[in-house]
């Protein structure tokens, strides 16, 4: 079975972005890479080109599903809302495209990657090499782009592991793809759990 995953590190001043191919339960890496924001001034105009960027990502290499990192605690009000509007505007751009979404938290991340929920970028980036056997030409300079792959990875790992030994910290946070017909997911909801659903 072959699966393409996209992971996204969001970020208004640089967003990572990686993309694995899962064959025969390997993944191998596909593409890294960072979109620098910086020399933007308008916050607006950042959010617009991280969603045109993702929403390229998809087109270009098609994945059947998107992994990204879930905001964590413990950043300043003004930094945590620019990046759930990131995290936002990337997540549309799988919507626009009926791209099931998975979240993860930081620590998850580190992990399932490192063992240590406190590993630094470096720790994780040096582990993504190691795992995916990359080679320096391979590498981006930006930790962003080896956190990208990072959420990927996880998500293999979250999803190629039967349900008990998937660990704690938590579960992932699945959009599942809307069923044709344009019907909704709490449409099929209703559809299937008609006694749990109450009036």
């Not at 080109?49 to 009000?77: C, K, M, T, W």
């Amino acid at each position: 079975m072959e699966k393409i995953i996209l992971g996204i590190d969001p970020g208004t001043n640089v967003m990572g972005y990686g993309v694995l191919q899962v064959c025969d339960r390997k993944p191998t890496l596909v593409v890294m890479g960072v979109l620098q924001l910086q020399k933007m001034e308008s916050h607006y105009l950042r959010l617009k080109r991280i969603y045109e960027r993702v929403l390229g990502l998809i087109e270009q290499y098609h994945p059947d599903e998107l992994a990204i990192e879930s905001p964590f605690v413990g950043i300043n009000p003004a930094s945590m809302i620019k990046l759930c509007r990131a995290q936002g505007v990337a997540m549309a751009a799988a919507v626009e495209r009926d791209i099931p979404i998975f979240e993860y938290p930081p620590a998850k991340v580190k992990i399932q990657i490192v063992g240590n929920g406190s590993a630094s970028k470096e720790q994780v980036a040096m582990m993504v090499r190691n795992t995916l056997r990359l080679t320096d030409a391979d590498m981006n300079a930006k930790n962003d782009a080896t956190d990208a792959v990072a959420i990927a990875l996880t998500h293999y790992y979250m999803t190629s592991k039967p349900e008990g030994l998937r660990g704690g910290g938590g579960k992932s946070t699945k959009i599942p793809r809307s069923s044709g017909g344009g019907s909704s997911s709490w449409s099929d909801f209703v559809a299937r759990n008609g006694d749990r659903v109450h009036k």
